[in-house]
């Protein structure tokens, strides 16, 4: 994430070097297709990164209740067994 962050800093700064020093249509073009592009590869790796997390998130907490389960579990067999 951080790598395109930086890709997109260096991009910015191309764009500002273009409208001060008009280099030309076709760099404009380019420019505005690379961040385009870029911006969608973004976009799809934040959503499937906050997919991932809200899976691991309730795995984790599933974990944890069967883990709770398993303990409540013994304590009512040890109950019994009195």
């Known amino acids: 994430m951080f790598i395109w962050c930086i890709v997109l800093f260096v991009l910015?700064?191309?764009?500002?070097?273009d409208s001060l020093f008009n280099m030309g249509e076709?760099?404009?073009q380019v420019n505005?297709?690379?961040?385009m592009l870029i911006s969608?590869?973004?976009?799809?790796?934040?959503t499937t990164k906050a997919k991932k997390k809200?899976?691991?998130s309730y795995e984790r907490r599933i974990f944890e209740l069967?883990?709770?389960?398993?303990?409540?579990?013994?304590?009512?067999e040890k109950l019994g067994s009195f």
């Open 12 to 17: 910015g700064i191309f764009a500002f070097a």
């Open 26 to 28: 076709i760099f404009r």
């Open 32 to 35: 505005s297709v690379l961040f």
């Open 40 to 46: 969608l590869g973004l976009l799809i790796r934040t």
């Open 54 to 56: 809200r899976k691991e």
């Open 66 to 76: 069967e883990q709770q389960i398993k303990t409540l579990v013994s304590a009512k």
